[in-house]
């Protein structure tokens, strides 16, 4: 068992990850939706318990030497709420990537939609209504940190599911 300090700074990490969520919630779901906002209290009590539930997903997503690098939240699906992509990077010199999408259902629990795992030298980020992610594309002699091509995906929802859409490969360091 860990030191009470330890112990305490754990739980204020995940206290301050369930505050930051919450009103990147609240702040996200005011920029996408186009309804009108419910009665005062309603949406509020939703968004923190989608926040307290992406929080405990999250917390159980990177493993001993990872790090959960990044949340973003976006309407990626076009129903008014947005959902969050998560990204945990490995630890090592080709910087492995796994990401997840979450659709946040307020107080239901985050259900996994798709996920991507060990995308080398990985980044991923929303673009729009879209998803890019980069990926690190190896030739004979590349070093493990430095692969001298990258393969852009991107990937848009359709027909119910994230989906693949098109893919680009640049020199290193290329903007898609």
């Known amino acids: 068992m860990g030191s009470p300090r330890v112990l305490l700074l754990a739980v204020l990490l995940l206290a301050a990850s369930v505050v930051s969520i919450a009103t990147a919630l609240l702040v996200s779901r005011s920029l996408v939706s ?27 997503l990177a493993g001993p030497g990872e790090t959960v690098e990044r949340t ?16 945990v990077r490995k630890p090592g010199e080709d910087r492995r990537l796994d990401w997840y999408l979450f659709r946040l259902q307020g107080e239901e629990a985050p259900r996994e ?7 080398l030298q990985g980044e991923v980020e929303v673009a729009g ?34 989906t693949l859409v098109s893919t680009e490969v640049s020199p290193a360091g290329a903007a898609p």
């Open 72 to 87: 973003q939240l976006a309407d990626i699906d076009g129903d008014g709420n947005p959902e969050a992509l998560v990204s």
């Open 113 to 119: 939609l798709f996920s991507r795992k060990g995308v």
């Open 34 to 60: 186009n309804q009108a906002s419910p009665a005062p209290g309603v949406g509020e009590a939703a968004d923190a318990a989608a926040a307290a539930g992406l929080a405990e997903v999250i917390a159980n």
């Open 129 to 162: 209504p879209r998803i890019v992610e980069s990926e690190g594309l190896y030739g004979e002699g590349d070093a493990p940190c430095c692969p001298s091509r990258t393969k852009h995906s991107f990937y848009a929802w359709e027909r119910g599911a994230l």
